[in-house]
């Protein structure tokens, strides 16, 4: 399986970016995929998550109300909609997928595959 993120940039506080992640390598539509990211010197953190078919979302608190997680018709391709964006989200921006049903979407141990990353930076 292979994610390939791509949308990261720098962008003022108050402005918006678009992520995408598209999966290839297999049945990709059938599984959840998330977005986490990692500040300069932290861990990777959960920033929101949709089940396979893109009907139940999860954000981390942070997120809520400002980030919207989407996919495509087809499912292989899983967006991030920033909004109101702020210095402190400021990170690279990982996507990934489980291997299985029935995890915890909002922990990185229960993903198996992982993007190389996208830089996002917002200036103040």
């Known amino acids: 399986v292979q994610l390939q993120a791509s949308g990261g940039g720098l962008v003022q506080a108050g402005g918006s970016l678009n992520l995408s992640c598209a999966a290839s390598?297999?049945?990709?539509?059938?599984?959840?995929m998330g977005w986490f990211r990692q500040a300069p010197k932290k861990g990777r953190e959960f920033v929101a998550a949709?089940?396979?078919?893109?009907?139940?979302?999860y954000y981390a608190d942070s997120a809520e109300g400002r980030f919207t997680i989407s996919r495509a018709s087809a499912k292989n391709t899983v967006y991030l909609q920033m909004t109101d964006l702020k210095p402190e989200d400021t990170a690279v921006y990982f996507c990934g997928a489980p291997n299985v049903y029935g995890i915890d979407l909002t922990q990185e141990a229960s993903y198996t595959y992982w993007g190389q990353g996208t830089q996002v930076t917002v200036s103040s």
């Open positions: 390598g297999r049945t990709s539509k059938d599984y959840a």
């Open positions: 949709t089940s396979w078919s893109g009907r139940t979302t």
